[in-house]
């Protein structure tokens, strides 16, 4: 797919899209989304500055894989939807990763027009696609596999919790998620603040999910209200994904059995390589 009319030459010589943001007296007087998105002229400004590279750099940067020239192809060709859909075949999470993704050091910091002029805003497209479905009421939901028969429980709503049971459901597995309070998101939700991340925004994403077809269970603290031992050998689930940095916290008596499995060697998100 290639939308863009200009020569790499032309491309180069486009400016950074700026991040339009809150007038600053207005903003320190409440705690709304700081950061504003791009218009509609400035996402198609910024998307044209892609030299659509042969070997993507860029997805190479991406933890996930997801298909960023080609994305951005659709930014250029004017389908937002298309866009974003592109996106959630690889990331389920578009609008939270557009806004709080290190792209910095990942996606865009290894953009190959970065090397000498300032890199494609990978994340600030990222976030207007997302917002752009969000505001037009159609949801690119991935495809789901057939069923597979089988079960995984995911201990832990945070960004770890919720990017697996997005994969997982799309593979055809059923996949319950359970969280120890009484909101889904975890540190999305619990950890970064209304003007960086707005709550709407993960409510938005995780209902989402729940189109997709994962369960969240809330208020269950699994050694405590539940054990592994009863997720798997009396509830009938084939795995467990411990995906909670809470686990090896000391002395809460709620992680006491998860921390036991990880000391006997079980595999903890925390741990995981990105």
Known sequence: MNANPLPPGRRTRIPRQGMPEQDAEARRRNFDEVNRGLTVLGASTEAMRCLECARPACVSGCPI????????????????LGAAARIREDNVLPAITGRV???E??????????????????????????????????????????????KVAIIGSGP?????????????????????????????????????????????????????????????????????DELMNEEGYDAVLIATILAMAAGRKASRSIGAYLESGAWDTADAPV
């Open 65 to 80: 894989g997801v298909k960023i020239r080609d994305f951005i192809a659709l930014v250029t060709a004017g389908d937002y």
């Open 101 to 103: 993704c290190p792209q």
């Open 105 to 150: 050091a990942q996606c865009e910091g290894c953009c190959i027009l970065g090397k000498k002029f300032e890199p494609v805003g990978i994340g600030h497209l990222e976030r207007f696609v997302a917002d752009y479905e969000r505001e037009h009421g159609t949801l690119g939901l991935p495809e789901i596999a057939p069923p597979t028969g089988r």
């Open 160 to 228: 770890a919790g919720l990017s697996a049971s997005g994969d997982l459901v799309r593979w055809g597995h059923a996949v319950t998620v359970f969280e120890a309070l009484h909101e889904v998101g975890g540190v999305l939700a619990y950890g970064i603040p209304e003007f960086r991340l707005p709550k709407e925004i993960v409510r938005h994403e995780v209902d989402a999910l729940r189109r997709m077809g994962v369960d969240f269970q809330t208020n269950v603290v699994v050694g405590k209200t539940m054990t592994i």
